[in-house]
């Protein structure tokens, strides 16, 4: 047996011993329950970070305990690979795209192999590759057919100097080029949008279906989707036969409308704005339309605008009310028009101060109604002028100043009001989401090339499913100039129609890749299928993951594109499939899935969701320069500036290089060993938590792996079982065992308390140490158990310690340890004595003494007779199971 703990010379051994004996492919027979343990893919960016290998492990150990328990287990891994920075990195250094992604992914997989994840590697999924990016465009045209992809003008990122489209990232904080510098203006552009919006409503609802998902994230979508009910409202323009539509959560607060404002973009701007406005008019739409809408909705900035000179009549009170174009008011959002409510509405009542436009309160908080009643009943309509606020009164209350709805509550009112408007002509009742349609096309290549062919005659033409993959084209130039390479490329733009034969022209927007990624693992099931996108068979058997682990800057985007695929997927007819589908899919399909619904037979993709926290490094930071400084330059006992002496300050922050505060995986691995790497970030906070990196504890956990590493290996054989009945030593170490069992197993269980669960297998290991019964049965027990609950956390020393035992078959082939309920029972439990209420000491008692034999174990305790000293007892006060207390003379 080897005396010291070498994690370089067993784990590379134990990973390609698993990888030889296929340990970590996935069942295919399906006796067994499934469970799919899912990591968000990475982006490819060719170097691992410590928050990848957070991320993975966690997913890891959950996949490990699965098969212990008896699942089979689905753990892949994949590549989302194509995006910007590959693009950035063809036009700055001149690698094309697809070498630099695929240079990246072969690194960073190598950088992934030392961890010991039980990855199945045989169904790796690249989303650049054509295998992947054929049935990404497959999805696209059913979502086509569907009529759930369709396009239209929106506005795009436009650079002046080098005449090229711009994405967001590449736009500065100040609207400037990350490349030309030049002021990025708005330019609209004819683009595809899929339709997420006619899900809304269910894409709401079925967050309720989501129990195991953090309650945190489910509220961040439903305030992405942001569902109101409120009215649509028409006002009519004076001396025009157009009207003005507005959407409003608030229409009992219609009587105090004081202007009405269009989004600088809205087509009747420049109908309404009279001919002494036109010119300023033109102006102001001009400078609005190179804002981007974060500029121009921001809350701490001042509200913009300016009359147009046209007016609108409030239908409610016939009153004639100016209209105005503001910054802040989006045409891409509701109707792109609002009503001014400045008492009731902080942006109005800001933006009705900067232009002095009327403030007219028409609801009132119910305690100053009933003082305004008390006023004088008389004077009613003249005194209610009076009320005026400092800041808008935003809450509901009670009605006034408005007509035939004074004294309800606005509650009563709103539907009073839009009862009244219906019935008038002139609005109705609506749902309003905040979520819009998901503007997918991209004007840059390295991306999924969106296949659909425009012909002068036939218009839009899907590319036949036959002819897919619609490849990306290799030859291409990258300047960062002009338009997309794609559109560049004549050979690869022209061709005839697939319906008429007529010259036509390929689409040259890619597909936002957020596309790649909402169906991903769905195909991770039926990986290698050259003939369909999966096989529903296979997929419906594994989906839904049934645990999902990733950052929380995914919890809105992604997530709810995924959940938007899968409600489509779902639906979808199945017909569609047949066409690519050939023989392969007539397999029964698993579940009550009924012949009339599409691919999918469930409703939601992610079972339970556990979103992991950051990972902080130690910061230094110069407080007078802002300068951060690498640890390297720093001594740690005395943090101070390198150049200037003066102390810094010392604090924990995301890993990030620009910070120098990041921690190499591969250090840590080099120095102490996948395993010790693996217990620390278990170790040292809560999943969900963000993890503050400490060496110290790196180099604690390392000690209990040597710790374990030693009791194992001075580990011998024993005594046999026999029939003896077990010593109370025994006893105690068998319970410490099965503590350890039952509490490890519900650490992991559903909140997966890794953390908690690390603390107990140090607890048993100490118990085990402590034992002065090494040559009991009940003692190999002990050994056997620590390594089978260790093993999941600290795979390669389990599985090395498994062997110097004997076995000869994997740990990680084993079955879970369970809980012998009988072992739990203790045999002794510590009893406080207490004299006048005070504790004097414990003693050991039998576990099931009843109150009065307690009480006769206190009395013979030598701990009693010492404080008593011969004194009268008078009372005896006993709480079973705790303490014994005397009351004395
Ligand atoms: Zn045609």
Redesign the pocket.
């Known amino acids: 047996m080897e005396s010291r703990y070498n994690p370089a010379l067993i784990e590379a051994k134990w990973q390609q011993a698993w990888a030889e004996k296929g340990l970590d492919k996935t069942p295919t027979n399906r006796d067994q329950p499934k469970f799919y343990a899912l990591s968000m893919f990475p982006y490819p960016s060719g170097s691992l970070h410590m928050g990848h290998v957070r991320n993975y492990v966690i997913t890891d150990v959950i996949a490990r305990l699965k098969r212990m328990q008896g699942y089979r287990v689905l753990q892949p891994m994949g590549w989302d690979a194509f995006g910007l920075p590959a693009e950035n990195a063809a036009i700055e250094r001149g690698i094309p795209p697809a070498e630099w992604t695929y240079q990246n992914i072969a690194q960073m997989r190598q950088q992934l192999q030392p961890l010991g994840l039980s990855i199945d590697w045989s169904r790796e999924v690249t989303t650049c590759s054509p295998d992947y990016y054929k049935w990404t465009q497959w999805i696209f045209l059913q979502f086509l057919k569907a009529g759930l992809a369709y396009q239209r003008e929106a506005a795009v990122n436009w650079d002046p100097i080098d005449q090229t489209v711009l994405a967001n990232e590449q736009v500065d904080n100040e609207g400037r080029s990350w490349r030309s510098g030049a002021k990025v203006e708005r330019k609209l552009l004819r683009q595809w949008f899929l339709k997420i919006t006619d899900y809304a409503e269910q894409l709401l609802n079925d967050l309720d279906k989501l129990k195991g998902w953090p309650e945190r994230v489910k509220l961040m979508q439903a305030n992405w989707i942001g569902k109101s009910v409120g009215a649509y409202l028409e006002f009519p323009i004076v001396g025009m036969a157009e009207k003005i539509a507005v959407y409003t959560t608030r229409p009992d607060t219609v009587y105090g409308v004081t202007y009405v404002v269009l989004a600088p973009e809205h087509p009747l701007t420049r109908l309404v704005a009279t001919p002494e406005q036109q010119t300023a008019v033109e102006a102001f739409i001009q400078e609005v339309s190179s804002q981007s809408e974060l500029e121009r909705t921001a809350e701490d900035k001042p509200k913009r605008g300016i009359l147009t000179g046209g007016k609108v009549i409030n239908p409610f009170t016939a009153e004639e009310i100016p209209i105005w174009i503001a910054d802040y008011v989006l045409y891409e959002y509701g109707t792109g028009a609002v009503m001014g409510v400045p008492a009731h509405d902080t942006r109005d009542f800001q933006f009705a101060q900067a232009y002095q436009l009327p403030i007219n309160v028409v609801i009132v908080p119910p305690e100053d109604f009933a003082r305004l009643k008390d006023l004088d009943e008389d004077e009613d309509e003249a005194t209610v002028h009076l009320v005026a606020y400092a800041n808008a009164y935003t809450e509901p209350g009670i009605l006034i100043n408005s007509g035939p709805f004074n004294d309800m509550a606005s509650t009563e009112a709103k539907e009073a009001i839009v009862q009244y408007a219906q019935v008038q002509g002139f609005g109705k009742a609506r749902i309003q989401y905040r979520l819009r349609d998901w503007l997918i096309s991209r004007q840059r290549y390295w991306g999924t090339p969106i296949p659909v062919i425009h012909?002068p005659?036939?218009g839009t033409?899907p590319v036949p499913e036959a002819d897919l993959p619609v490849r990306l084209p290799e030859d291409v130039a990258f300047t960062g100039r002009g338009l997309s390479p794609l559109a560049q490329l004549d050979r690869w733009v022209n061709l005839p129609?697939p319906?008429?034969?007529?010259p036509?022209k390929r689409e040259t927007d890619t597909m936002d890749t957020f596309i790649d990624s909402s169906w991903y693992f769905l195909r991770y099931p039926d990986a290698n299928n050259d003939q369909q996108a999966f096989d529903p068979a296979k997929t419906n058997d594994w989906m839904p993951v049934d645990q999902y682990v990733g950052g929380i800057e995914h919890a809105i985007l992604h997530l709810l594109y995924s959940r938007f695929f899968t409600k489509v997927l779902r639906d979808s007819p199945l017909s569609l499939l047949k066409e690519v589908a050939g023989g392969s899919s007539s397999e029964p399909l698993s579940g009550d899935r009924s012949a009339s619904q599409g691919l999918l037979n469930f409703d939601e993709p992610f079972q339970r969701l556990l979103t992991q926290g950051m990972v902080q490094g130690t910061t230094y930071k110069n407080p007078v320069t802002g300068k951060y400084i690498p640890q390297v330059q720093v001594d740690p006992g005395d943090p101070r500036d390198p150049e200037t002496g003066k102390p810094l300050e010392v604090f924990y922050e995301k890993m990030s290089k620009s910070k120098y505060n990041g921690v190499e995986p591969q250090q840590v691995l080099a120095k102490y060993g996948a395993d010790t790497a693996r217990m620390f970030i278990l170790f040292k906070a809560p999943p969900e938590k963000d993890l503050e990196w400490d060496d110290a504890d790196v180099k604690g956990q390392f000690r209990f792996l040597n710790h374990v590493w030693r009791l194992v290996s001075d580990f011998s054989a024993g005594r046999p079982i026999s029939s003896q009945p077990l010593t109370t030593k025994e006893k105690d170490l068998r319970r410490a065992i099965h503590i350890a069992i039952a509490k490890v197993t519900e650490d992991l269980e559903g909140e997966y308390q890794f953390n908690t669960a690390v603390s107990e297998l140090m607890k048993l290991s100490n118990a085990l140490a402590d034992a002065n019964c090494k040559d009991s049965p009940v003692y190999a027990e002990g050994i056997k158990t620590l390594l089978l609950l260790l093993a999941p956390f600290a795979p390669h020393i389990a599985d090395e310690l498994w062997h110097l035992h004997g076995h000869t078959d994997s740990i990680h082939t084993q079955t879970w340890p369970k809980v012998d309920p009988n072992a739990l029972i203790a045999e002794k439990i510590p009893l406080v004595i207490q004299i006048m209420g005070k504790t004097r000491g414990t003693i050991q008692v039998p576990a099931q003494a009843d109150r009065q034999a307690l009480e006769q174990y206190a009395r013979e305790s030598e701990v009693a007779q010492r404080y008593i000293e011969g004194r009268e007892i008078r009372k005896v006060i006993v709480v079973p199971g705790k303490l014994v207390n005397f009351v004395v003379a």
């Open positions: 012909c005659k036939c033409v129609c319906t008429c034969g007529m036509a």
